[in-house]
């Protein structure tokens, strides 16, 4: 495949000197953020649950520490719950907690009370590489414990270590899971609990895929997002964009026709490629400068007459495209186009400006606690 590649990055706009990965912001909005920092209890939760060595561990690495898939090899066990705070590298503000595989909901000393009440999302991850009927007990026994106490938790069940499987019996594995977990919930009238099924592997784009959807569902603005990214593809001629969370390479939206995998893992690989290439030649001469900041941006034109349009939207965001070359030839009404959709996504999230978040026990377990506050915090929710 032959690639012309162009970047474009001067760090210099910037004056605080941050590198790849450690600090992935700008340093000057990152000290607003800083300023009024949310109590860490207080931001809203993705619960990582599941039997031991399901792999809950393993997710949290390689989607939010650029962890390889064959290091996780060596990752311990967990045994106390385990709080990543993922707010100060990420456009989504929220905290993981990663659980131990043998939660007891009968210890007095957990509180599974207030840890339902702050929630957004409980993922339950399932290995399908093993025999699942335990696995299903729990998953039954968490979510009903978690419905009783907050019922607008969004359910996700993700099914995981796929890659050992073969098609066939992947499909197979999701219906009967399916099946089980919901005659369970029948079984006990819960008929209203709602579980999502993903199938996920960190051996390949699954895993980032359904964390993307996950969190999507915490985003309030998302319809807008949606929204704009239509009207900015249709007045543009490109075929598909996504807007990408560039250090978790979660896309928090994208336009409404469908997303296929090779798109998605093309846009997740141009990113990659992007930031270390930037890290390589990005960079001033003493390494001092950021790998992503306000004047990156990349062309990449493939050889099946296909083009890949990167630019810098926030300082934790990208929108990815992907055109055809004829419709690149205007290239300059896309640049014209993508100024106004920028504008845009800044009107709906005021960037930079932290609006201090909920505090105090009340914040805990309101409503609106379930959507995430975003970095570069909207006007009207959270
Ligand atoms: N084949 C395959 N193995 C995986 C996958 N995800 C995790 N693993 C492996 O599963 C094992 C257990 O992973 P952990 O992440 O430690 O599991 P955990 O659920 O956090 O375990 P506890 O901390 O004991 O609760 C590790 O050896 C991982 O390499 C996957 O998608 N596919």
Redesign the pocket.
């Known amino acids: 495949m032959s690639i012309q590649y162009e970047v474009e990055q001067l760090a210099d706009s910037y004056g605080v000197a941050d590198s790849f990965p450690k600090d992935f912001g700008y340093g000057e909005e990152e000290a607003d953020i800083e300023d009024s920092p949310a109590p860490s209890d207080s931001k809203p939760r993705i619960l990582?649950m599941?039997?031991?060595?399901?792999?809950?561990?393993?997710?949290q690495?390689?989607v939010f520490h650029k962890m390889s898939?064959?290091e996780?090899?060596f990752?311990?066990?967990?045994?106390k719950i385990y709080k990543d705070d993922i707010s100060s590298s990420s456009f989504v503000n929220f905290q993981i907690w990663?659980?131990?595989?043998?939660v007891d909901f009968f210890d007095p000393t957990f509180d599974y009370e207030m840890i339902f009440r702050g929630t957004g999302a409980l993922i339950f991850?399932i290995?399908a590489?093993d025999d699942y009927v335990e696995a299903l007990g729990r998953l039954h026994l968490t979510v009903s414990r978690a419905y009783r106490v907050n019922p607008e938790i969004n359910f996700e069940v993700f099914i995981?270590?796929?890659?050992?499987l073969s098609d066939d019996h992947k499909i197979e594995t999701q219906r009967d899971i399916h099946q089980r977990a919901n005659d369970d919930l029948a079984d006990a009238s819960l008929e209203k609990l709602h579980l999502s099924f993903y199938l996920?592997?960190?051996?390949d784009h699954s895993?980032f895929e359904a964390f993307s959807k996950v969190v999507q569902k915490l985003i309030p603005q998302l319809p807008t997002l949606e929204n704009l990214l239509n009207i900015f593809i249709s007045n543009s001629g490109i075929e598909k964009a996504f807007l990408f969370d560039v250090v978790s390479k979660i896309y928090i939206a994208t336009d409404s026709s469908p997303v296929d995998m090779q798109s998605y893992e093309l846009c997740c690989d141009m990113i990659d490629v992007v930031i270390d290439v930037s890290c390589i030649y990005g960079l001033r001469e003493d390494g001092s400068g950021s790998a992503y900041d306000k004047e990156s941006m990349a062309i990449i034109k493939l050889n099946n007459t296909t083009v890949l349009y990167l630019k810098e939207v926030t300082k934790f965001l990208a929108l990815v495209c992907i055109l055809r070359e004829e419709s690149f030839e205007r290239k300059g009404l896309i640049d014209y186009n993508f100024h106004c959709f920028r504008k845009a996504i800044h009107e709906v999230f005021e960037v930079g400006v932290s609006t201090p978040r909920p505090v105090g026990p009340q914040a805990v377990g309101s409503p609106c606690n379930k959507a995430v506050a975003l970095n570069g915090t909207p006007r009207s929710t959270v």
């Open positions: 990582l599941g039997l031991r060595r399901s792999g809950k561990s393993s997710i690495k390689v898939p064959n996780t090899l990752l311990e066990s967990t045994n990663d659980f131990p595989g043998q991850v290995d590489q995981h270590k796929v890659d050992g996920t592997s960190i051996y895993i």
